[in-house]
Each structure stands twice: as structure tokens, then as C-alpha cells.
DNA sequence: TCACGTCAAGCAGAT
DNA sequence: ATCTGCTTGACGTGA
């Protein structure tokens, strides 16, 4: 088991997200903002391994205007030595990467432009993974998209746009289910027909809780990864009820964690802390399973 | 230095 | 009709 956080470190005090408006472009711009954001993410990665932390997910914003048509500039081939570099020290540390792109990308969209912008937008994530070197093991994670007022066409139309991907962007691609649209057992369904590995996010397990069987829907979320895959991953966050609706909290209830961690049983998985606090609930969050005697099974990666 | 209007992009649900 | 949230608020103008 790795614990994880995305894209901030509240610590340090650089950003490896850092863009600028478009009506700012630049060549000279773009490549003071990227040296800045790989400098960033390479501080990070060591904080990361200092504090042991081996999984992270990486900003979206790395590359400012990364898929955008704005974008003139082979980027990928100007940084491949720092991005060589700074791949060499993940798998040295065999840290987990993943990516997570934006609201904007909507392989099921029923406009042609949104379909075209969203398949620029998974090849750029993809060429940042590639850069780094990395296995399968790295993921870029997406959810369905929209409904458009036909569930089942449009779950059909994201398994048909899924298969005309091209491989190298299927061996990072999962999916994970959202809070309104497409739940976890419409991506169990995608699956069964795509083989494309999901991830699960338990954010409303405590105000929202499911139906069904949540062993059940562990068993068979684990059954879409291969082992080239690497460890189930899940995505976890607190909540709190605020004048009885669900907001999501500014800091992990460790309670809370201690008893999701004890309901995953005997099975493994890395888990992605999305919590405001970022680094600190993560960090929060390790130590609590080392230090806590009924957790101590577990085998939580902590190598330096 | 700080407040705050705006920012590449989509979609769904709330107000 | 307009606003809000989403993987994450940050940029940048003007006072």
C-alpha cells in the first residue's frame, strides 16, 4: 500500500502549476513557466520521498496550454533530458504517478469538438508519461463524462470512442466513477467490455452511502486490474455535514480513515488522499497506520 | 501589498 | 437565467 496527494505541496514554496493567461503567450513565457513547474516537481518528488510518500498524482497544469492550439512550441523534445531525469528518480524511488485531467475532457461528448479536444488533451498526459519512461503501472484517469439525457447511448458511446484510442494513450487510460453521473457500477459495466482498469472513489461512502455491497463492489473493481496494472487504486476523502449537507472537509478525520482502511480487509491497494490539506493529511494518514496496532498488517511501502 | 474580476475548455444540478 | 462544483484556485490589473 502507497499513500498519495495531488498536485500541491503546501510546504514547499513553489508551484509546479503555474500557467498564465493565454493572451500572455509566449515562447519565452511558456518555457520560463515550464522550467519553473518541472524545478517544482522535482522538489516535490524529494519532499515526497523524505516524508515517505510514494504516490503522487501530477498537475494537469505542468505544461501551461498543453493541448491547446495555441501551442507551436515541441515542448516535449526541448525538456526530454529534464523529464528523463526527473522520470529516473521515480522509478528509482518507485514512486506511483498518476494524472488526472479536467472537466474539459469529455470522450463521450456529443459535439465533435469537445471528442477532438478531449482526445489532444489524453495524448498530452500521455506524452508526459512517456517522457518520464514510465511502466503501466502510471495512470491518467478520467471520468465517463456526460449523460446527455440517454445513459445508456451515451455509456455506449464512451466504450465506441475508447476503442478507436490509440494504444499508447490505452496504457494509462482508467476511469473512475463521479458523484452524479456514471457510478461505480456503470464503470464496472464499461469495463467488462473495455478492459479498462477503474478506479473507485469513496468520497461519499459516510453521507451518501451506496447500496450495494461495498466488499462486493471491492472484489470486483480489483478484478479490472491486471497485475501489469499495478496495486487497485482508490481514491479517499473526508466529509462533513454542514447544516445537514455534505461538504467536503479542509482536513482528514482520521477516525474515519482508520475505519475505511479496516474495511478493505486483507486487500491491497494505493490509496489517493484528496483532501485540502493535501501533504498533510497524507502524511497524517501513514502515520496513523503505523501507528496504530490493528493496522500494523498492512504493509504500507515505506522503503528510503 | 492586497482585493477581486476574470480565466481555454463541459456538463449537471441547484438557485 | 444564472451560479456552482469539479482533479487543483491562480493570474494579473488596479487601488
Known sequence: MKIGYPCINLALDCKSNSTFRLKNYSKERLIQTITNNLNCLEKIL?????HRIFFFRITSDLIPFGSHPVMDFNWQDYFKEE??????YIKNNSIRITMHPGQYTVLN?????????????????????DLLGLDKTAKIITHVGGVYDDKEASINRFINRYLTLDKRIKKYYVIENDDKSFNIEDCLTISEQTE????????????????????????????????E?????????????IKGKCRHADSININHFKKFIQSLGDNDFDIMIEIKNK??????????????????????????
Not at 46 to 50: A, K, Q, R, S, T
Not at 109 to 129: A, C, M, Q
Open 46 to 50: 524529494e519532499f515526497n520521498v523524505n
Open 83 to 88: 523529464f528523463k531525469t526527473i522520470g529516473n
Open 109 to 129: 461528448s456529443i459535439n465533435n469538438r469537445v471528442f477532438k479536444n478531449s482526445v489532444d488533451e489524453l495524448i498530452y498526459h500521455t506524452d508526459i508519461l
Open 196 to 227: 479498462i482498469p477503474v478506479i473507485f472513489d469513496i468520497y461519499h461512502h459516510e453521507c451518501n452511502p451506496m447500496k450495494e455491497n461495498f466488499q462486493d463492489i471491492l472484489k470486483k473493481v480489483i478484478r479490472t486490474w491486471k497485475p
Open 229 to 241: 496494472d499495478g496495486l487497485p487504486i482508490l481514491h479517499y476523502s473526508s466529509e462533513h455535514i
Open 279 to 304: 501533504e498533510v493529511s497524507a502524511l497524517q494518514a501513514i502515520n496513523a497506520i503505523l501507528n496504530d496496532k490493528r493496522l500494523s498488517k498492512l504493509l504500507l511501502y515505506q522503503e528510503i
